[in-house]
């Protein structure tokens, strides 16, 4: 089983930055591609990013290109969504989630994520 813990959301003022963590239980990196998707009230659950295993590789939704950095350490187990010139309409709950490295399916498809974080809530004020 997989444990994902998220931390690091806030409030915070357009423009500004934030830096979300991931912690995953065990091995989880090694055999996991790792994303982060975000969920917005009376929204669906949105693909924010991902990060595969070998070779690494990166994803991003166009909304967040250029702004957003999805990273790993496999030595703390730990994934990472660092977020700068952050605006309004990035204020959403956002959920760290992983999908074994077998799986089919598009990066972006929530539905191939087999584990997910509880969420850690990110306001983004103007």
């Known amino acids: 089983q997989v444990e994902l813990v998220e931390s690091g959301g806030g409030l915070v003022q357009a423009g500004g930055s934030l830096k979300l963590s991931c912690g995953a239980s065990?091995?989880?990196?090694?055999?996991?591609?790792m994303g982060w998707f975000r969920q917005a009230p009376g929204n669906e659950r949105e693909f924010v990013a991902c990060i595969t295993r070998t070779p690494t590789m990166t994803t991003y939704v166009d909304s967040v290109k250029g702004r957003f950095t999805i990273s790993r350490d496999s030595s703390k187990n730990t994934v990472y969504l660092q977020m700068n010139s952050l605006k309004p309409e990035d204020t959403a709950v956002y959920y760290c989630?992983?999908?074994?490295?077998?799986?089919?399916?598009?990066?972006?498809?929530?539905?191939?994520?087999?584990?997910w974080g509880q969420g850690t809530q990110v306001t983004v004020s103007s």
């Open positions: 065990g091995r989880t990196l090694s055999t996991h591609i």
């Open positions: 989630a992983a999908r074994h490295l077998t799986t089919s399916g598009s990066y972006s498809s929530a539905e191939t994520y087999s584990f």
